[in-house]
C-alpha cells in the first residue's frame, strides 16, 4: 500500500513513474506547394532558401500517454522537427522552441528563426513541434465557442446574452465530444511531452526558447522538470496565475496605457493628424470618434468591413510600429462617407490574403487554444461577472475599452480545472518583458520571477515578441544560449519617427 501511494505520488509530479519513450519515428517530410509558401507570407525571392532550409529539416512522430496519469494506456502523436546544428564539432545540445497560442503549431518555426537572422542552429539543433490537439499532431474537431459575433454598434446585454449563451453551448459539446482527450490539453501535458522528446533525443537537459504562451510552456517545464532544463529564455512573460478573468482586465489597462503613449505621440504631430496638441485633446477627439461610429457605423462598397465604435478601440489599441498608418486611418475617418473606403483604410483592410490551400499547415489550432485555456481556467465564468467587467472598463478607458472581451472564454467548460503549480527551482532562466505591451503586460514578467526565479532583461518597446525580431537583441539571445551570458538589457523596436 505504501509503495502504490509513493509512486501515484510520483507519476502526479509528472517525472517518475514514466516508462522509458520510444523511439522517434522519423520519416519523409511534408511536400509543401508554392501556393502554400505564398499563401504563409513568404516572399518568392525567399522560397529558395525555405526549401534549402527544410531539405535540411528532419520530421518524425512520438508516441506519448493520453493521460500521464495512465502512461501504460491509450497512446497519442506528438509531430516534430529537428534542424541539426550545422557546426558539429561545437554542437551544444537540443534547442526546442515554441510559437506561442496556445494552439500555435511550432512544427516550421526552427526554419522561421534561421530565416530570421537567428544564428542559433549554428551549435544546436533546434526542434520544432506540434503540441498535443494542434496540427501533425493527434487532436480532434469540435465548435468551440460563439458561433456569431455581436452586429455593428456597442453591445447590447441582449446581445451579450446570446453570445454568452452560445459559447456556453459551443464549450459544453466540445467538451463533451471527447473528454478523454480534451480533458488532458492541458500546459502541464505538454510539458510532459516535451520532455519525453529531450529523453528520445538523448539529451540529458534541454534548453527551451518561448513566446507569449510558449512562456507559459517553458515556466510550466521548468516547475515540473527543474533538472532537465540547460538554458532556458522567455519572451513576453505570460501570467503567472491561469486566470482569464484577470487575463482580460490587466491586458485591457495594458492597451490603454499604451494608447496613451499614442495619444501623445499623436499630439506631437497635431499638424499632420489635427487630433490635438496635447494627450488630453487627443484622448477627447478620439472617444468622440468612437462614439460617432458606435451611434452611425459606415460601410463601403469596395471592401467588407464595417466601420464601428469597437474598430475604432481596436484601432487605438495598436502597437507603435502601426502608430503611423493607423492614425492615418483615423483621420480619414473624421469625415468619410462612403461609399468608397478612403485611400489609407483601403489599403489596411483591401488586400486579401490568398485562400489557404488544401496542402497548407494547420499554424493555429481554435479546440486546442480554448481547452488549454479552460483546462486551467481558475477565475469566475458567469454572465454576470463578465458583463460588469466589461461595463467597469467602457467606463475606465473611454477609447479602447471597447475592444476588450464582454464574455467569458470558458463559459459552460464542462472539465475540471488542472492549473499547473509552479515553484521556485534551479537551472538558467532569462525572460524578457517589455515594458509598454498589452498583450502580456510588463507587470506579468515581474510577477514571474517572484514565484519561479530567474534573470529579467527590460525591453523599452511595446511589440510583442520583439526580441527574436530586432536584431540587437537576438544576437544577446543568441550568445545567451552559446555562452550562458545573461544581457543586462535589450534593445527594443523605436518608435516611429
Not at 529564455?233 to 496613451?260: G, K, N
Not at 454576470?384 to 463559459?411: D, H, I, M
Amino acid at each position: 500500500m505504501i509503495l502504490h501511494t509513493l509512486i501515484a505520488g510520483a507519476v502526479a509530479l509528472g517525472a517518475l513513474a514514466v516508462p522509458a519513450p520510444p523511439a522517434i519515428t522519423w520519416r519523409d517530410c511534408p511536400a509543401y506547394s508554392d501556393d502554400v509558401l505564398r499563401w504563409s507570407g513568404l516572399a518568392e525571392k525567399d522560397f529558395p532558401e525555405f526549401r534549402r532550409l527544410f531539405g535540411r529539416t528532419e520530421c518524425g512522430t512520438l508516441k506519448v500517454p493520453q493521460n500521464y496519469a495512465d502512461p501504460g494506456g491509450k497512446q497519442i502523436t506528438i509531430a516534430l522537427t529537428r534542424l541539426k546544428a550545422t557546426d558539429r564539432k561545437r554542437r551544444v545540445g537540443s534547442l526546442a522552441v515554441n510559437p506561442g497560442g496556445p494552439g500555435g503549431s511550432g512544427y516550421l518555426m526552427p526554419i522561421e528563426l534561421v530565416m530570421g537572422g537567428a544564428k542559433l542552429n549554428d551549435r544546436h539543433d533546434l526542434i520544432g513541434f506540434d503540441p498535443r490537439g494542434v496540427g501533425y499532431s493527434t487532436k480532434v474537431k469540435c465548435a468551440v465557442g460563439p458561433q456569431r459575433p455581436p452586429g455593428p454598434g456597442p453591445v447590447t446585454e441582449e446581445e451579450a446574452r446570446r453570445v454568452y449563451a452560445e459559447t456556453v453551448k459551443g464549450n459544453q459539446e466540445c467538451g463533451k465530444s471527447d473528454p478523454g482527450f480534451v480533458g488532458q490539453l492541458t500546459t502541464a501535458n505538454v510539458a510532459r511531452d516535451l520532455d519525453r522528446i529531450r529523453a528520445a533525443l538523448g539529451e540529458p537537459r534541454l534548453s527551451f526558447l518561448g513566446v507569449s504562451w510558449g512562456t507559459w510552456l517553458g515556466t510550466v517545464y521548468r516547475s515540473l522538470f527543474p533538472g532537465k532544463v540547460r538554458r532556458m529564455w522567455l519572451d513576453s512573460q505570460a501570467l503567472p496565475v491561469p486566470r482569464m478573468d484577470v487575463f482580460t482586465e490587466v491586458r485591457a489597462m495594458a492597451t490603454d496605457r499604451d494608447f496613451r503613449r499614442m495619444a501623445a505621440w499623436i499630439a506631437g504631430r497635431d499638424d499632420t493628424y489635427g487630433f490635438g496638441s496635447t494627450e488630453e485633446e487627443v484622448v477627447s477627439a478620439l472617444t468622440r470618434l468612437r462614439e460617432k461610429y458606435d451611434a452611425d457605423p459606415l460601410t463601403f462598397t469596395d471592401i467588407d468591413v464595417t466601420i464601428d465604435g469597437r474598430m475604432i478601440a481596436e484601432a487605438a489599441g495598436q502597437p507603435s510600429v502601426a502608430w503611423p498608418d493607423v492614425t492615418e486611418v483615423l483621420k480619414e475617418l473624421v469625415d468619410a462617407t462612403g461609399p468608397e473606403a478612403p485611400p489609407a483604410l483601403k489599403r489596411a483592410f483591401g488586400d486579401e490574403r490568398p485562400p489557404k490551400p488544401a496542402d497548407a499547415p494547420e499554424r493555429q489550432n481554435r479546440v486546442a487554444n480554448v481547452s488549454i485555456f479552460c483546462n486551467e481556467d481558475l477565475g469566475p465564468r458567469t454572465f454576470e461577472s463578465a458583463w460588469n467587467a466589461y461595463q467597469q472598463r467602457l467606463k475606465r478607458y473611454p477609447v479602447t475599452g471597447e475592444a476588450s472581451a464582454f464574455f467569458p472564454l470558458c463559459a459552460g467548460w464542462p472539465l475540471p480545472a488542472q492549473a499547473p503549480k509552479l515553484r521556485h527551482s534551479g537551472g538558467s532562466l532569462v525572460m524578457s518583458g517589455h515594458l509598454h505591451e498589452s498583450p502580456s503586460p510588463y507587470e506579468w514578467t515581474l510577477e514571474t520571477q517572484k514565484v519561479i526565479g530567474g534573470h529579467v532583461v527590460t525591453i523599452d518597446d511595446d511589440v510583442h515578441g520583439s526580441a527574436l525580431r530586432t536584431p540587437g537583441c537576438l544576437t544577446k539571445v543568441v550568445a545567451y544560449f552559446e555562452t550562458g551570458h545573461r544581457p543586462g538589457s535589450c534593445p527594443g523596436v523605436p518608435l516611429p519617427s
